[in-house]
């Protein structure tokens, strides 16, 4: 069973930034395909990030690539995302979640365990 545990949302204005963290239990982390979703009210969960076992290879959805960048230190159990240049549109509840396949995906269902969430409201 794996815990994922979300940190850093909060509130801030259009073109700050703020970076999520997601602290992960076990002991295989560095074998787990850790990303980030987001779902905005009333709309379904989207994915925003991905990054690969290592760390070495992320994907973005083309609405955050540029402005986000996700990162995994299999050291701290750890995976971030950095947001900057953030705007009203990235409201949302930004979630971790984690997958034992090393096979990248962007489809909600292919992951198995998921955070809490943590919010992230940018006012304009």
């Known amino acids: 069973q794996v815990q994922l545990v979300e940190s850093g949302g909060g509130s801030v204005q259009a073109g700050g930034s703020l970076r999520l963290s997601c602290a992960a239990s076990?002991?295989?982390?560095?074998?787990?395909?850790m990303a980030w979703f987001r779902q905005a009210p009333g709309k379904e969960r989207e994915f925003v990030a991905v990054?690969?076992?290592?760390?070495?290879?992320?994907h973005y959805a083309d609405s955050v690539k540029g402005r986000f960048t996700i990162s995994k230190d299999n050291a701290k159990n750890t995976v971030y995302l950095q947001m900057n240049d953030l705007k009203p549109e990235d409201t949302a509840v930004y979630y971790c979640a984690a997958r034992i396949s090393p096979t990248g995906t962007v489809i909600i269902s292919n992951y198995d365990y998921w955070g809490q969430g943590t919010q992230v409201t940018v006012s304009s």
């Open positions: 076990g002991r295989t982390f560095s074998r787990y395909l």
């Open positions: 990054a690969s076992w290592s760390g070495g290879s992320t």
